[in-house]
């Protein structure tokens, strides 16, 4: 036997024998010793864990990937729409370069092309899609994995919530079955299928990274109003909207819809996928769509309260245990919260028996019900637990801001203590007006702000309407005076803002 063949099988046998030894010390390491100590860790064999995935997940793709089609929408846009599109056009200078007489080229209509994704939900040839992808179009064309073509109708389509409804005349279609996205959780596996940037069907996977997330928290640019979105770290691309977010099983869970890009959400527009996206959960969409195939338009729930987030310093005002619940700012003179007695300050905690994470998520429950439905409300007022019942009107397309009456003005001076460095003035109907504010606006206006104050620092502004302090009404500056005459180094202010009311707490240094 040569001297390289016995030098190999001697290393294979020590090596052996070293595996036997070191698996008998990590057994021992991994049980109880006699005296009772607990084990340094726990094996997954001992913990009776198994690998739960598969070698490939082709079965569940090859199945849903059908379903999945692609969208190219072509919208004509008007020669008065492009009119004052280019600012330059007003500047003589530049215009001089167009033509002998100075005179601006004649703008023409042209046709703007736009691609998306879409998910046929039956086999009828409905499809499940955004509303950015439809949105304006003049011709919608459907194509198939297998290539097929078709010219799509749109049935209906919902801005607030970025979902349309199409409908291609063809029969015996693959289609995806619907999941329940409540039930979807974070860490579940989840893929996205799509045509990103036009290149062809492609599928991608993640995770479910958070459930009930909105963008206006990360800075949106255009899309949905009620947000409730599934985050996944799915790779979505411009081209992936109106696209399929299935879990594991092949469920449809979401409809992908945006993208952040360096700390913008985008629906569709530009960029690439940095792990960050966002669908439109299968449940809101699949309520949406039956409306819209039902009546052609959605219908909501309305309370006509203004509802604000809960940090550190509004629960310690407010005598809150957490930051949980929705804390309401404004509260609309004869709609259905006033009249089931709700108040501004009150904090909603529950909703119909189910707790109450934040406004967000208390809005999403709202506008998922008919109009006429009574719901049951929990809420704290100054500490105490109160009960409301409110039959829901129908929300308006656009809420207007109701305001009460207001005194005579006269010069302000600076606040001190905590609002040190603020100075107001009592509001005329006159500064209402430039604020969009009705002339009947109670309170006083912000007339400065110093920059390095703690006022400025909890995001008080020039222009802000100041209308209670610690929860006490201010009609004019010398209410105003007076309650910070009185206030200590944390001061509550009820702030109005071009009409939407927040509260704010401001802490002196």
Same mark, same amino acid.
């Given at each position: ?56 997940f082709a079965d569940v793709i090859s ?61 009828e040839g409905y499809i499940l899609t ?157 309520q949406v769509m039956d409306q819209l ?68 998520? #208390? !809005?999403?429950? *709202?506008? +998922? $019900? ?5 719901? %049951?409300?929990?809420? &704290? ?45 009592? #509001? !005329?109907?006159? *500064?209402? +007006? $430039? ?5 009947? %606006?109670?309170?006083? &206006? ?45 001061? #509550? ?17």
């Amino acid at each position: 036997m040569s001297k390289v063949v016995q030098f190999r099988r001697t290393t294979a046998i020590l090596t052996l024998v070293a595996a036997s030894i070191g698996g008998g010390l990590i057994a021992a390491f991994a049980v109880s010793s006699k005296s009772g100590a607990p084990p340094l860790y726990t094996t997954a064999s001992a913990a009776g864990y198994t690998n739960p995935l598969p070698g490939s997940f082709a079965d569940v793709i090859s199945h849903a990937t059908p379903a999945v089609v692609n969208i190219s929408s072509t919208r004509i846009i008007k020669a008065s729409e492009q009119e004052g599109q280019n600012p330059m056009m007003s500047d003589p200078f530049f215009r001089q370069f167009f033509g002998g007489n100075g005179r601006m080229p004649k703008q023409r209509d042209h046709k703007e092309g736009s691609l998306g994704s879409g998910v046929i939900i039956n086999s009828e040839g409905y499809i499940l899609t955004n509303n950015h992808v439809v949105d304006k179009a003049s011709e919608v064309k459907v194509m198939l994995l297998d290539k097929r073509e078709f010219t799509a109708k749109i049935i209906g389509t919902d801005p607030q919530t970025d979902v349309a409804v199409l409908k291609i005349d063809a029969k015996d279609l693959p289609s995806l079955v619907l999941g329940d996205s409540a039930k979807s959780q974070i860490g579940d596996l989840c893929f996205a299928i799509g045509n990103p940037f036009g290149v062809g069907q492609t599928v991608t996977m993640g995770i479910v990274s958070a459930k009930g997330r909105a963008l206006d928290s990360v800075g949106r640019n255009g899309g949905a109003l009620f947000e409730d979105f599934i985050q996944t770290d799915a790779a979505i691309n411009p081209g992936n909207s109106g696209g399929a977010l299935i879990n594991a099983r092949g469920e449809l869970i979401g409809i992908n819809t945006a993208i952040l890009t360096g700390g913008n959400s985008m629906m569709g527009g530009e960029g690439g996928n940095i792990g960050i996206g966002f669908a439109v959960p299968v449940n809101m969409a699949r309520q949406v769509m039956d409306q819209l195939v039902k009546n052609g338009k959605v219908t909501r729930g309305y309370m006509g309260a203004y509802l604000q987030p809960i940090n550190d310093k509004l629960a310690q005002q407010f005598g809150l245990k957490d930051e949980r619940g929705a804390l309401v700012a404004k509260v609309e003179p004869g709609k259905p919260a006033d009249k089931a007695g709700i108040k501004v300050g009150d904090v909603i905690v529950g909703f119909n028996g189910q707790p109450v994470e934040s406004p967000n998520a #208390l !809005t999403v429950e *709202v506008v +998922q $019900q008919a109009p006429g439905a009574t719901v %049951t409300l929990d809420a &704290v007022r100054d500490g105490k637990p109160m009960k409301f019942s409110v039959t829901l009107g129908s929300r308006p397309t656009d809420g207007g801001a109701v305001n009460d009456d207001s005194n005579p003005s006269t010069k302000g001076e600076n606040a001190s203590g905590a609002l040190q460095g603020v100075q107001v003035e009592n #509001l !005329t109907p006159d *500064v209402a +007006q $430039q604020l969009q504010l009705p002339s009947s %606006t109670k309170g006083v &206006v912000v007339s400065s702000v110093d920059e390095s104050s703690p006022a400025a620092e909890a995001g008080l502004q020039q222009g802000d309407v100041i209308q209670s302090v610690n929860k006490q009404a201010v009609n004019n500056e010398s209410d105003f005076n007076h309650l910070m005459s009185k206030a200590g180094k944390s001061v #509550l202010l009820l702030v109005n803002r071009g009409g939407r009311t927040v509260f704010m707490v401001v802490e002196s240094k």
